[in-house]
């Protein structure tokens, strides 16, 4: 096992398009999340998921994001009609526990929006 | 809403020098971790610390989480320019229902040749 996959790494797109992302977490981590960062911040969580079921999702997460992860194993997350603010790195991590004892994390999708 | 506060927030300094780096909240935490981030990267786990007052040892890296379990420390000796990277706290909140981190906005750490 490679670790935690995410495609693409960067993606540079026109304000107003749709675009989704790809992640494939470590194959015996049932957990997975998604988290975002901007430049000089931490990264700052936008949602959960246990198997496939989405248990916990953030204020950040606008009715533009959705997350699914059909058959507990991928996950996709999609922006529908992109802003320029949406522009940050998308994170995503994968655990066996919920949260307590750290995340293996993907290197990132690096989102422009122009 | 809980928050982690680093310090500093930028840290440059020569090769062979010791460091400390701090993580503060007025929040409790049920473990807290450490990750460090390399640019265009994503963080990297380096230790979680579960128990109030606990210190973990990494080759030359010690951390320490506070008895109250609210704030942790991170001290390196003989720093490396190999060392060089954004070093990011994040505290896993207590009780059922969230499992969301809670991270610092990191100390940038730049450990000169």
């Known amino acids: 096992d490679t670790g935690v996959s995410q495609d693409p790494r960067h993606k540079i797109t026109k304000r107003g398009q749709n675009v989704t992302f790809r992640c494939d977490p470590i194959?015996?981590?049932?957990?997975l999340y998604w988290y975002r960062q901007t430049l000089g911040q931490g990264p700052e969580f936008l949602t959960y998921?246990?198997?496939?079921?989405?248990?916990?999702k953030s204020r950040l997460l606008s009715d533009r994001f959705s997350a699914e992860r059909p058959k507990g194993s991928f996950s996709t997350l999609e922006i529908q009609r992109t802003e320029q603010g949406d522009s940050a790195m998308y994170l995503c991590?994968?655990?066996?526990?919920?949260?307590?004892?750290?995340?293996?994390f993907g290197s990132g999708t690096r989102l422009t929006v122009v | 809403t809980q928050l982690l506060e680093q310090s500093p927030q930028f840290l440059s300094i020569q090769e062979g020098e010791n460091l400390t780096v701090y993580c503060n909240s007025s929040?409790?935490?049920?473990?807290l971790q450490w990750y460090r981030q390399e640019p265009g990267e994503g963080p990297v786990l380096l230790v979680t610390?579960?128990?109030?007052?606990e210190v973990k040892k990494l080759k030359r890296l010690t951390f320490q989480f506070g008895d109250a379990r609210k704030d942790s420390s991170l001290h390196i000796t003989a720093a490396q320019p190999g060392d060089t990277g954004l070093y990011l706290c994040?505290?896993?909140?207590?009780?059922?229902?969230?499992?969301?981190?809670?991270f610092g906005k990191g100390t940038k750490l730049s450990v000169i040749p």
């Open positions: 991590a994968s655990s066996l526990e919920a949260g307590v004892y750290g995340y293996t």
């Open positions: 194959s015996e981590h049932n957990r």
């Open positions: 994040a505290g896993a909140p207590t009780g059922a229902g969230s499992y969301q981190l809670t």
């Open positions: 929040s409790v935490f049920s473990s």
């Open positions: 610390v579960v128990t109030g007052g």
């Open positions: 998921f246990q198997n496939e079921a989405q248990l916990e």
